[in-house]
């Protein structure tokens, strides 16, 4: 059974920090890339930041760039999303996904996670 369960979320001020954590099981975490999406109220789900199995590649959409760090240990199955630097337009439902590192789009996705609530307030 597949699961990515995110934590790391919640409520902080602009300018603030937030690091988002996923754990995986079920499936072959070490060879797969993982990458973070997120949907604010009424906007559709968007790409965040993807690495690749090895952690040797990363991308970020551009309004993220210089702020959010992804990073990846597969000894511990995990996944994190560094955010500094929080701006009110990042609040959003943070999801951690399984899924093609070129792909960047919600149908690329293999596995959602149930996703973790980020509030940046003014």
């Known amino acids: 059974q597949v699961q990515l369960v995110e934590s790391g979320g919640g409520l902080v001020q602009v300018g603030g920090s937030l690091r988002l954590r996923c754990v995986a099981s079920?499936?072959?975490?070490?060879?797969?890339?993982m990458l973070w999406f997120r949907q604010a109220p009424g906007k559709e789900r968007e790409f965040v930041s993807v690495?690749?199995?090895?952690?040797?590649?990363?991308y970020y959409e551009d309004s993220v760039k210089g702020r959010f760090t992804i990073s990846r240990d597969n000894a511990k199955n995990t996944v994190y999303l560094q955010m500094n630097n929080l701006k009110p337009e990042d609040t959003a439902v943070y999801y951690c996904?399984?899924?093609?590192?070129?792909?960047?789009?919600?149908?690329?996705?293999?596995?959602w996670g149930q996703g973790t609530q980020v509030t940046v307030s003014s």
């Open positions: 079920g499936f072959f975490f070490s060879g797969q890339s």
């Open positions: 996904a399984a899924g093609d590192y070129s792909g960047r789009t919600p149908a690329s996705v293999e596995y």
């Open positions: 690495i690749s199995w090895s952690g040797s590649s990363t």
